[in-house]
Structure formats: structure tokens, C-alpha cells
């Protein structure tokens, strides 16, 4: 039987690299700074708890790819 508790947003971290390529991301964040992006992502999402249905962690972690991909196109966007 599927685990139907609350779970912390962060375990989501673990689908994040699912989301992105590793080779490319994996040498700037660590997996303590996923699991607190995937945080970020829940809270962004309305989750203020740190409660979540196991059924959106693939949605929290589908957040969390799209934040570190724009943070990862801001700070490594050439300077004018």
C-alpha cells in the first residue's frame, strides 16, 4: 500500500535531478540546497507547512527544476 502521510517538501529533492541534467547542475547545487529549494518551491506553491500529499512532490520537484533553472540562467548570463 502507498505511504498516504504528509511528507516533508524536501523529499522531493530526490525527483529534481529527474527534471534536470546532472552534468550541467549537479556541480552547483548540492543536495541540502535542493532539498531547501524544493522548500522554497512548496512554499511558493502554498504549502506553508511543511506537510505535503505525497502526489505533489513530483509537482514540487517540477517547481524547484524550474527556479534553479532560471537562477542558473541569471548568474550565468553573460555581462553587457
Known amino acids: 500500500m502507498a505511504n498516504t ?3 516533508d517538501p524536501a523529499n522531493a529533492a530526490d525527483l529534481v535531478m529527474d527534471e534536470l541534467d ?3 547542475y ?3 547545487y548540492s543536495y541540502a540546497a535542493i532539498r531547501d529549494i524544493c ?6 506553491m502554498g504549502i506553508l507547512d511543511r506537510k505535503a500529499h505525497p502526489e505533489m512532490l513530483p509537482a514540487i520537484a517540477f517547481r524547484a527544476a ?6 542558473m540562467r541569471t548568474v550565468t548570463r553573460p555581462q553587457d
Do not use: S
Not at 39 to 44: H, L
Not at 66 to 71: A, D, G, L, Q, V
Open 5 to 7: 502521510e504528509p511528507q
Open 66 to 71: 524550474e527556479m534553479i533553472r532560471f537562477e
Open 22 to 24: 546532472p552534468e550541467v
Open 39 to 44: 522548500r522554497r518551491a512548496a512554499f511558493d
Open 26 to 28: 549537479g556541480d552547483y
